[in-house]
Each structure stands twice: as structure tokens, then as C-alpha cells.
């Protein structure tokens, strides 16, 4: 039991570092869209040496900043807080029924692990839904609102025709325009839009909008490099997943293979089965089986990201 808590808190830790290192090299895209905006560049470093802290508590902020984020994208963009407790449910049953059939481990680590996996599973559709919709639309919106900003008009007239698109963009820009003509103030409402949208291009316009607003600055060039940035992911995107496109696939065959010859165990050879699941070195060997899986996909995951 401490060995497979142990497991689960160094894992835990692992896929943080992971995403912390991911963000930093994300965060590059500010160099690359500022490039040739010394002004709007050294008002974003003003602003990043205001929050220097040391590594642990940038760790500690980054876990409960994540954790709310992640929680606030997966209630808006469910139906109600209801349907998250059924899903919940819905997994933990299927967790202990799961566990009677083939594990047999206690009813206590199923429930709690069941829990955690249904609600990291719908956050995953949820966040690749979110994605999805984002990088489609979010250069049409940045087109829209550059067009707008080039005839003289203020951003708030650019919020208002984007909320008209479709999608999460459309929903974020909706709320935008609307707590703005309320009277709000428009530096918090563009911060709290962020949890709607929570990617580093999104997070870069609004930070270039407000200090737009504050003392006006370069806005239409920076968005300019900035759709441009996007335009040019985008199909360096589509070239990376055609050219992966097969080793992806193998990919999840071979990481279905381990899983579901376990699992045929029980009814090709129940005496292995029994002495895989229920001795310590079975459960060994389970260890093994699940860390090598998990390294194995990490592994060729930052590869396949690193091919173009």
C-alpha cells in the first residue's frame, strides 16, 4: 500500500516538472512575436520581474493555479456540476466492478483511484475538445479583431463582433463583451476569461490588450506577428501529424498490447493469472508493466512533438 502511494506521489511530481518545462518553452512564443517590439517588450518583462519568486513556491503557485484552471475549464464547459458527480460515479462503479472481476485489490484504493482517473478522463476530452475549437478559430478572431482596430475602431467593438463567432472563442469573447458594457473593469475581465481559454497564445493577447489599454502601445503589429505565429504552428502541426501519423497508431497498439494479454490471462491461464495478481512478485512484475508503459508513451510523445 506505501509502496503504491509512493508510486503515485512520485509520479505526480514527475508530470509536474514535465509541465513546467513544457510551459517555459511554450512561453517562447512571446520572444518570437516581440521580436521587433522593444516598448511591448519591456513592458512584459516589467511585468514578469513583478512576480519573480523562488523555484519552490513558483512549483507550489503552479500546482494550485493548474488545479483551478483545470477545474474551472471542466465546469464550464460541462453542462452542470450534477453531470460531473454522475460521471464520477458512473466511473467509480465501473471501477469496482472492474476490480471484482480481474484485480481484487481493496474496494478503498479502486474508489479513490476510480474517482481520479474519470474526472483526469474528462478533463482530457474536455481540454482536447477546448484545443480543438481554439487553434481553428482563435486566428479568425485575431484577423477579425486586427481588421477592426486597423479602421479606427476601439477594441471593445472588435470583442463585440468576435462574440458573434462560434466555438470557446466565441464563448470568451461573448462574456468579455458583455461584463465590459456592464462597467467592469476590463483588466479583470480579461484575466477572468482566461480560465475559459487557458493557453499561452490567448493569455499573450490579453496581456498585449492590457497594456494596450493602459498607455496604448504597438496592439495591431504585435497581434499581427502573433496571427502569424499561430498560422504558421498550425501547419507545422498538420505536417508533424501526417508524417506521424503511423507511428502514432503503432504506438497505441503496442501500448494496448501489455494490458489486454494480462487481462486474457484470467481465462487462457488462471494459475498465472492468480500468481500475477495475487503474489508480491506479480505485483512486481505489474509495477514494471505499468512504469515501462508510461516512460515508453512519454518518451515517444516528445519525440514525435520534436519531429518538426
Known sequence: MNFIFGFILVLTSVISLFSLKRKHERLQIFNLVTQQNNSALSLFENKMDEHKVSLWQSINRSIIIN??????????NLPSKLHLVFMIFAGTISGVIFNNLYLDVDNILVIFGSAVFSILLMLFIVKRKVKKQ??????EALSTIIGIISSGSSISVAFQQCAKMEGSVGKAMKEV?????????PHNVLLNSYRLLPFNEYYFFVL???V???GGG????????????????AALAKIRDGKTAELRMTLLILSLIPPGFILLLKYL????????VNTDGGHYILYYVVCSELLG??????MINKAI
Open 134 to 139: 481554439f487553434y481553428e478559430t482563435f486566428p
Open 208 to 210: 498585449t490588450v492590457m
Open 177 to 185: 463583451n458583455a461584463r465590459m458594457e456592464v462597467g467592469e473593469n
Open 269 to 276: 491461464a488462471k494459475e498465472n493469472y492468480e500468481l500475477l
Open 212 to 214: 494596450n489599454l493602459d
Open 297 to 302: 508513451i512519454i518518451l515517444i510523445k516528445k
Open 218 to 233: 504597438e496592439l495591431k503589429d504585435v497581434l499581427t506577428n502573433l496571427s502569424k505565429v499561430l498560422t504558421n504552428n
Open 67 to 76: 488545479f483551478k484552471t483545470n477545474y474551472n475549464l471542466l465546469i464550464d
